[in-house]
């Protein structure tokens, strides 16, 4: 899944917003809040619900342009990217890609099926959220 949107907000705000994020969930699960030079390749595990959770791995993070982490589950592997790109106009392309790779013949037929029927949902919810940074930026 891919999205590119572009969207008249500072570079440098973008990313600080979805770093800001990324921050509040790992002091929320572990207690510490790492400095931006510590993110890469930091790991902490993640409690998704009653019975779920995973390992999130920061695999590149580089002010101001990318925030790229994977999320580890006993079912399959989510690799996340946010690229921010700069335009000349004072927009940002932002481009958001998630690869999703299932452990097992079942699961992955299992996700193929839930992707084609609610992919949809994902990228409205990615939608969503530049949405807000947009409006938070802009005083919407």
Known sequence: MEIKRKIKVPQSFIFSKII???????????????SLKELNNYE??????KNQSG????????????YAFSTYTNRATY?????LHP????TTEVVISEKQDS????????DFLTGISLGWLKKRQMNAIV??????????
């Open 20 to 34: 800001e994020s990324g921050l509040y969930d790992i002091e929320k699960h572990t207690g510490f809040r790492p």
């Open 44 to 49: 902490y595990t993640k409690e998704f619900g």
């Open 55 to 66: 390992r999130i791995k920061f695999d590149q993070v580089t002010k101001p342009e990318v």
């Open 79 to 83: 690799h996340t990217r946010w690229e």
């Open 87 to 90: 335009q000349n106009d004072g």
């Open 103 to 110: 452990n097992g013949f079942f699961q992955k037929t299992n």
């Open 131 to 140: 949405d807000s940074i947009s409006h938070s930026y802009n005083g919407q």
